[in-house]
Structures are given as C-alpha cells and as structure tokens.
C-alpha cells in the first residue's frame, strides 16, 4: 500500500521556520519525483517545490525562492521541506505527493493527507 505521510506542520511567527517532513512507503522511492503542493482556504492549489533523483533537477515556485529547501533521504524514504522566512501568505495545508516526474507532478500520482501551516503577522 503506497503511503506519503507529512508532518512538521505547525504555527510560527512571520520570520520563523518550520521542517516540513514527507516519510514514503509501498513504492520504489527512487524512481519517483516528489513534490510539494500547497493550498489555502479559498485558493487555487499551488504547486511548492519538487525534487526528483532520477531526473537530477529540483524546482521551486518563485513565491518560495530563496525562502524554501527540498532534499531528500533516500535512506529514510523521506523528502523534507526547509522553510525558512515565512509570511503570512505561506499559511496553507501542504501536501506531499509522488509521482514519476517533476514535469507533471500534481496531474495524478500519489498524495499524502496534509499538514497545516498557519503562520502568523
């Protein structure tokens, strides 16, 4: 059974930093792109971040930047999500979600429960 299961979400302060964590299991981890989406109330989802080993690229939305990190541990089956500098327009649920390439990742796949981050001004 495929399972993506995120957690580090929280609430912080603007300026402050949350690790978000994505632990993967049932599926080839290497094989797979995993992504960051993220969505708050009202809003379109948004894509974040993903990073993919087979395809050796990363990729990060412009409104993160500068701001974000992904990597991941193929060790662990784990991609984490390093926030740093975070605003009040960052609050949303995030994802996790696996699929085959960064290039079309959000279209189908794979998709964890969610974890919230409310961020505070």
Do not use: H
């Amino acid at each position: 059974e495929v399972q993506l299961v995120e957690s580090g979400g929280g609430l912080v302060q603007a300026g402050g930093s949350l690790r978000l964590s994505c632990a993967a299991s049932g599926f080839t981890f290497d094989d797979y792109a995993i992504g960051w989406f993220r969505q708050a109330p009202g809003k379109e989802r948004e894509g974040v971040s993903c990073i993919s080993s087979s395809e050796g690229s990363i990729y990060y939305a412009d409104s993160v930047k500068d701001r974000f990190t992904i990597s991941s541990d193929n060790a662990k089956n784990t991609v984490y999500l390093q926030m740093n500098s975070l605003k009040p327009e960052d609050t949303a649920v995030y994802y996790c979600v696996a699929d085959y390439y960064c290039t079309n990742i959000g279209s189908g796949g794979y998709w964890g429960q969610g974890t919230q981050v409310t961020v505070s001004s």
